[in-house]
C-alpha cells in the first residue's frame, strides 16, 4: 500500500510540474491545484498508513494519528480558498488584457514604448 501512495503522490507532483509551466494561466492554477492534493496526500501518509486504525485511543492496540488529518483538512480549506482566488485573478487579468498568456510578449511594458 505504501508503495501505491508513493506512486500516486510522484505522478501527481509530476504532472502538477508540467501544468505549473505551461504557458497559459489556467493550467497554471490547475497545476498548483494538484500541487496542493500532491502535499495533502503527503502529510497524510506522515501518520502511518494503519488500517482499521481507531480514530479514539484505548479502544484498539493500533490507532490512526489525528495531527495529520486535522493538518490535511486545514490545508484543503486554504487550498480551495486560494484556487477560488486564483480562478478570479486569472479571470480578471484575462478580461483586462485580452489574452490569458503568462509570458506574453506583445502586452509587456517595454514592448508598447
Do not use: H, W
Request: aromatic residues 8%.
Amino acid at each position: 500500500m505504501e508503495t501505491l501512495y508513493s506512486v500516486t503522490v510522484g505522478i501527481l507532483t509530476a504532472c502538477s510540474v508540467f501544468l505549473i509551466l505551461r504557458g497559459r494561466s489556467f493550467p497554471v492554477v490547475v497545476g498548483i491545484t494538484m500541487l496542493s492534493y500532491a502535499v495533502n496526500l503527503f502529510l497524510f501518509s506522515t501518520g502511518r498508513l494503519t488500517i482499521d486504525g481507531a480514530p479514539i485511543l484505548g479502544t484498539q492496540e493500533s490507532y490512526a494519528d489525528p495531527l495529520p488529518q486535522a493538518l490535511v483538512l486545514t490545508a484543503i480549506v486554504i487550498g480551495f480558498a486560494m484556487t477560488a482566488y486564483s480562478i478570479i485573478l486569472a479571470v480578471r487579468a484575462r478580461g483586462e488584457i485580452g489574452t490569458d498568456e503568462v509570458n506574453d510578449q506583445n502586452n509587456s511594458t517595454e514592448g508598447k514604448r
